[in-house]
């Protein structure tokens, strides 16, 4: 970034119209006490000072205190409870990952300003609904990054203050071994802070922008509800296709590497553990569960965030097709009432009645997608048949979503992850016990 994006963002502030106004200034606040707190302090770049204080905290926090820990503590001499084993692997992912965030979070922000990456920008041209609610995601952003680093951090400091305290003289120290203990226990702990907090918040802002695009899905959605021209809805759905195609190509690299980093730490961790020479507890493996919990829980956050609103924007052109067939099925009916007609059972009475089922108000959907659900749309005269019928042929070859280099990022996908993953896990971990034996 080259300027203060929060001045930036309030000098804009003073222009927008009146009606705008107090959300965008929810939106400033939310932002500018996101870009004040201390995960952003120390990743702010928008001047020459700030960026070299950044710089040198990552050069000495992700690269500097992991690599001299390693060698200076392997503690190859210490009992069986103070080895660190799995200390190399430890180290390396989480490094590796922080990294990769912060080189992404870098390049985002130089390439686009933090406004402009958020979208924030083009906030003031949508519906109150989308504004309020997005307003209410910036305001929890920092919460929400706090409840996956924090637990993580306590838990590390645990272990580390254990670790320090009873390890006693065993452990490597310099001139005192009390004050020696203290200054590295800090700073092992301010570098963990540190990694998982970077690689937590790009997971985080991913998060962030997908919401907004869900609620500009749930909000385009209720055009079906209305009497609506065919070439607005065409090209609000353009915009929305253009929106996710942006956050596609700006997020594939990291959500690519990130998936590629995890599956080659997790299974680099099930082969050196599962050998039959490794020392496997809580006090020599505590450390590499939770790099494992840290490393799959950013990769969920950021395949999950994908999966939703990939799905809901495919949810569309079911909505879409229902509202079609409830129109045409409607026309018909009011056709067939100015003709005499044949008695009609009531068993056929079910299927003929088409108010009975395009009736929003009578029935409910599962829970699971407001969009996706089990509720028909009223029936609208307005719009021609081919004109209906050309708007649903359009949702059903112009599917959006996220992709990763042509990848659709939806649940099915997924599922393939899945089951790829649990078979490789599954054949070298009977490679492993064979060898073994």
């Known amino acids: 970034m080259e300027e203060d994006e929060t001045e930036v963002l309030l000098s804009k502030y003073k222009s927008l119209p009146a009606e705008n106004s107090f ?36 050069f000495l926090l992700t690269i500097g205190v992991p690599l001299v820990s390693h060698f200076v503590f392997a503690c190859s001499s210490c009992d069986g409870d103070h080895v660190r084993p799995f200390d190399s692997i430890v180290q390396l992912s989480l490094s590796v990952f922080a990294s990769l965030s912060f080189i992404s979070l870098y390049s985002f922000t130089r390439s686009y300003g933090l406004r402009k990456f958020l979208f924030l920008d083009k906030l003031s041209d949508e519906s109150e609904k989308v504004r309020h609610g997005y307003t209410l995601q910036i ?11 924090l637990p993580c951090f306590l838990a590390d400091g645990v272990y580390k203050i254990w670790w320090f ?30 990694r998982t907090s970077v690689s937590f918040l790009v997971c985080v802002l991913f998060r962030l922008i997908c919401y907004l695009q869900i609620l500009r899905l749930e909000d385009f959605a209720q055009v079906f509800e209305k009497e609506s021209d065919v070439g607005a809805i065409l090209l609000e759905h353009l915009k929305i296709r ?27 961790s099930l082969l050196v553990t599962t050998e039959s020479s490794s020392t496997f507890n809580i006090s020599t493996a505590g450390e590499l569960a939770l790099c494992s919990i840290t490393l799959v829980t950013g990769l969920f956050i950021c395949l999950r965030s994908a999966a939703k609103i990939t799905h809901k ?31 009609i059972t009531s068993d056929q009475a079910i299927y003929t009645d088409s108010d009975a089922y395009c ?40 599917r959006a979503g996220i992709t990763v280099y042509g990848f659709m990022l939806d649940r099915s996908w997924l599922h393939t992850i899945f089951a790829i993953q649990l078979s490789l896990t599954l054949w070298i971990l009977n490679k492993t016990i064979g060898i073994g034996q």
């Open 23 to 58: 959300h965008e200034h929810e939106a400033t606040v939310g932002l500018k006490k996101f870009t004040s707190s201390p995960a952003w302090f120390f990743l702010d770049q928008s001047s020459l000072w700030r960026a070299g204080l950044s710089w040198s905290l990552f």
């Open 242 to 268: 253009r929106n996710l195609r942006i956050i596609s190509h700006r997020f594939r690299r990291f959500i690519l590497s990130s998936l590629i980093l995890v599956t080659a730490s997790q299974f680099a």
């Open 313 to 343: 924007a495919q949810s569309v052109t079911s909505l879409a097709a229902k509202w079609h067939i409830c129109s045409t099925t409607n026309s018909f009916d009011d056709f067939d009432a100015e003709t005499p007609r044949s008695p």
């Open 359 to 398: 009736d929003t108000d009578n029935e409910e959907g599962d829970g699971d997608d407001e969009i996706d659900n089990t509720n028909m749309v009223p029936v609208i005269h307005t719009v021609s048949y081919q004109k209906r019928q050309a708007l649903v042929t359009y949702f059903e070859h112009n």
């Open 165 to 194: 305290a009873s390890g006693g003289t065993q452990i490597p120290y310099f001139y005192n071994v009390y004050l020696s203990h203290i200054i590295v226990c800090i700073l092992l702990l301010s570098s963990w802070l540190y």
């Open 139 to 149: 305001h929890r952003s920092l919460k929400i990054l706090s409840a996956f680093v």
